[in-house]
Each structure stands twice: as C-alpha cells, then as structure tokens.
C-alpha cells in the first residue's frame, strides 16, 4: 500500500483544515488507517486511528471533540477533519496503515506510511 497525504496549510487559530490520504492498492480495506504528527523539535507522535471498516476510532486526548477520522474505501481515502485549529496543532501530519486495529500509540504496528503534509496553525 502507498500513501500520500494532501491538505495542509496555513491557518488562523479556531480555524479548520481537511486532511486527505490516498491509499494505492486493492487491499486498503484491510488495513486500520492512522494519523500521526510531527512538531517541530518533537518526537512523531500518534494522534488518531480508525478501524478497516470505520466502526471504531480512537483519539489522543489533545484532539478529542476537535478532529474526526473518516475512511472511504471505496475510494481509497482516509481523512482527518480538524476543527477549532491550535497553534500547538502544528505540525507535519503523516497516515499510515496498520494491518491490526489497536487504541495503542505503538508506531511500529504501522508498516506503511505517508509522506507528511505541514499544518501551521497562527495564532
């Protein structure tokens, strides 16, 4: 599976932003699809994952009530809505595939990744 994220890009704080992921293969539909970010200075770290056929989410407590994971298997896509934006929000955001669904923030139980798009979020 080959990933590429789109969406990012400038945006005042309170503000919204449509994360986009295309995923290339006839297996999308079997794998759990992440997001993780990237801050400047900081570690990757896991921001939300959602089940092959989307029945269930998971959400790090920093994002909860702000960003909504969605999938589209049919097309390939999985998105990440983000709402009421934060500077601390920003960051290069990457998908990635997990062949298992878990609420655990493990990286290493994801084995294909996307490129990264930067959010910026100004105060």
Same mark, same amino acid.
């Given at each position: 599976? !080959?990933?590429? &994220?789109?969406?990012?890009?400038? +945006? !005042?704080?309170?503000?919204?932003?449509?994360?986009? =992921?295309?995923?290339?293969?006839?297996?999308?539909?079997?794998?759990?699809?992440?997001?993780?970010? !990237? &801050?400047?200075?900081?570690?990757? &770290?896991?921001?939300?994952?959602?089940?092959?056929?989307?029945?269930?989410?998971?959400?790090?407590?920093?994002?909860?009530?702000?960003?909504?994971?969605?999938?589209?298997?049919?097309?390939?896509? +999985?998105?990440?809505?983000?709402? *009421?934006?934060?500077?601390? /929000?920003?960051?290069?955001?990457? =998908?990635? &595939?997990?062949?298992?669904?878990?609420?655990?923030? /493990? !990286?290493?139980?994801? +084995?294909?990744?996307?490129?990264?798009?930067? +959010?910026?979020?100004? *105060?």
């Amino acid at each position: 599976v !080959q990933l590429q &994220a789109s969406g990012g890009g400038l +945006v !005042q704080a309170g503000g919204s932003l449509r994360l986009s =992921c295309a995923a290339s293969g006839r297996t999308f539909s079997s794998y759990s699809m992440g997001w993780f970010r !990237q &801050a400047p200075g900081k570690e990757r &770290a896991f921001v939300a994952v959602l089940s092959r056929g989307g029945g269930s989410t998971y959400y790090v407590d920093s994002v909860k009530g702000r960003f909504t994971i969605s999938r589209d298997n049919a097309k390939n896509m +999985v998105y990440l809505q983000m709402n *009421s934006l934060k500077p601390e /929000d920003t960051a290069v955001y990457y =998908c990635a &595939a997990s062949p298992a669904y878990s609420e655990k923030h /493990d !990286q290493g139980r994801y +084995v294909f990744w996307g490129q990264g798009t930067q +959010v910026t979020v100004s *105060s």
